[in-house]
């Protein structure tokens, strides 16, 4: 399928690795123009690096931590008028709710609420004017079915949820969508931080734990990064047009729920 995004700009936000790489991958391998962002210099220049070879696109470089002002000025000097846009950003760290102040869940709300909303003002206006553009929210599965472990999470992106429920129903009229896209179990790195908590916290090891939450999963195993990054690029299409103001899990099932 062509998904009609050849020569469109995107920023990908802390997409030097995991599924945010994925999803540039998947939108650069489409014939987007795709900016490249984290904060380690060797490993997005080594991400924007394969993309190219890989896909033939034109990718950019953008080493700034997206979760600061300048972090931010500094994507938008590189694409001021980008057509997608992707939110994401490293979760905060799992533990107990006892243990966090008011300092660790500003940063929370500021990493993965705030952030994103602050981006979206800058864009979206200009995205309505063109009369296309694409915002696609990283955020978790746990903004459905929150885990206790991951409560700055599930706070933080609930409150993102919230307020781009109300927002995309405004944009849509101008062909721009915003959209949700809630990872459940993915083998990626925050995987393995999750799990090396739950080791820590158990005293059992983590291969063990690994192995008993890919059986739990109806699916039976944990997701790809490739296959996220597809949906993705998808919901950034010029197909997904009529979707809007979704939050779409994707987890092998493992959501029990109906809505």
């Known amino acids: ?6 020569g469109k700009k995107a920023i990908v936000c802390a997409s030097s690795k995991g599924l945010g790489k994925a999803c540039a991958m998947a939108l650069a391998a489409d014939g987007a123009e795709v900016v490249v ?12 690096a394969e993309i190219r070879a890989k896909t033939g696109a034109t990718v950019h470089a953008c080493v700034a931590d997206v979760t600061t002002q300048e972090g931010r000025d500094k994507l938008l000097a590189l694409c001021p008028e980008p057509d997608i846009l992707v939110n994401n950003a490293g979760g905060p760290p799992p ?13 929370a709300v500021n990493n993965n609420m705030i952030t994103p909303i602050l981006l979206i003002r800058s864009v979206v206006d200009g995205m309505m004017d063109r009369k296309w553009g694409r915002i696609v929210n990283i ?9 206790e472990i991951l409560g700055l999470s599930n706070g933080a992106r609930a409150g993102l949820t919230g307020f781009v429920a109300g927002l995309s129903r405004k944009t849509v009229a101008n ?8 990872p459940g179990p993915f083998d990626t790195d925050r995987l393995a931080q999750t799990m090396g908590s739950v080791a820590e916290k158990t005293g059992k090891p983590v291969e ?8 739990e999963n109806p699916a039976g195993r944990f997701g790809t990064a490739e296959e996220f990054g597809a949906f993705c690029a998808f919901l950034c ?3 997904a047009g009529y979707v809007t103001g979704q939050n779409i899990v994707m987890d092998g099932g493992a959501y029990p729920g109906t809505l």
């Open 139 to 147: 955020t978790s599965a746990a903004v459905k079915a929150p885990i």
């Open 237 to 239: 299409s010029d197909h």
């Open 175 to 182: 062909n721009v969508t915003i959209n949700g896209l809630l």
């Open 95 to 107: 533990g107990d709710f006892r243990d966090w102040d008011a300092e660790h869940w500003q940063e």
């Open 208 to 215: 063990e734990i690994r192995a008993v939450r890919a059986a």
């Open 37 to 48: 962002n984290g904060r380690n210099e060797e490993t997005v220049n080594a991400a924007v």
């Open 1 to 6: 399928m062509d998904l009609g995004i050849k």
